[in-house]
């Protein structure tokens, strides 16, 4: 954070300035309480401020503190004090939660009908030098109250962002960690469905030929499955996309391995008919799903 002396220094506030804000100190106490009717006067116009100022003893002490704030502006004394007032009232203004728009709008009012008192009271040759000083001195003002907001988000997106960080990183552990598991399971599956293959072949020559070979070719689907699912796990691991198709195969597989039991339990026509309709609606979107993949 920079300290007051090198905001000085970058605005070239120098004791030039300084006096002439000082000569310019009874003009601004003659018209003192005229600004602040005029500057509370514009805030309670804007619904956003007017509702803020709805009580009167906060009415109250705030144009008390405005008008030691414009007197302020001119008389100084411009040393560390006077710094860490101005920083007092934007934090004070964060804290309340009164928008930083606001305080550049009421910025702007004071800065135009402080220009529209030096054009009116004082002579011509003076108005370029006092509007000047006026301008650089609401400037310092402007940036070290505004500068309490920057600081206040600053903090806010900093616990923010390391706590986002934070949670990103343990999901994405925790997502590596499940497709691991998913990964192993697929594996298991595969294996399984090996024991469970040459099981159902195993029936063929233990004389109940017709049910070993309609149970391995199911066996056989639900290994190719298996292996498809594993090969795209492999993949996406790896950075490949995601392949919606397989899902609608999971199902497919499961139909056809249903109508193939069906059929050899000889159960009722309505049944196998029902287990044919979804594999022709299955069919049809795996075939749409898998034609908008490739494209």
Do not use: C
Not at 148 to 170: G, N, P, Q, W
Not at 176 to 189: D, H, K, P, V, Y
Request: proline share 2%; charged share 25%.
């Amino acid at each position: 954070m920079r300290t007051f002396q090198e905001i000085r220094q970058n605005y070239r506030f120098s004791p030039e300035d300084i006096d002439l804000l000082h000569g310019l100190t009874p003009l601004i106490e003659t018209h003192v309480d005229r600004l602040v009717d005029e500057f509370y006067d514009f805030l309670l116009q804007l619904p956003d401020t007017a509702a803020f100022l709805a009580d009167e003893a906060r009415l109250a002490r705030l144009r008390r503190n405005h008008r030691a704030w414009l007197l302020a502006l001119f008389s100084g004394p411009f040393d560390e004090r006077y710094f860490q007032r101005l920083t007092r009232i934007g934090q004070t203004h964060v804290r309340v939660g009164l928008s930083a728009h606001f305080v550049y709008v009421a910025m702007n009012f004071i800065r135009q009908r402080l220009r529209n008192l030096i054009e009116t009271e004082l002579d011509p040759p003076s108005h370029a030098a006092a509007g000047q000083v006026v301008d650089k001195i609401l400037d310092l003002n402007l940036d070290i109250i505004a500068r309490t907001y920057h600081e206040a988000e600053m903090k806010r997106v900093f616990l923010s962002y390391k706590l986002d960080d934070a949670l990103i990183r343990f999901a994405r552990r925790f997502t590596f960690g499940l497709n691991l598991l998913l990964l192993l399971g697929l594996i298991a599956l595969g294996a399984g469905m090996v024991i469970v293959l040459f099981h159902d072949v195993s029936l063929i020559f233990r004389g109940n030929p017709e049910k070993g070979l309609v149970a391995a070719l199911g066996s056989l689907l639900i290994l190719w499955l298996a292996i498809e699912l594993l090969d795209a796990e492999v993949d996406r691991l790896q950075g490949g996309a995601l392949q919606l198709s397989l899902f609608v195969g999971v199902a497919l597989v499961a139909f056809i391995r249903k109508i193939l039991v069906a059929t050899l339990a000889h159960e009722d026509l309505k049944v196998e008919l029902i287990y044919l309709g979804g594999i022709l609606i299955l069919g049809l979107i795996f075939w749409l799903i898998s034609r908008t993949e490739k494209r």
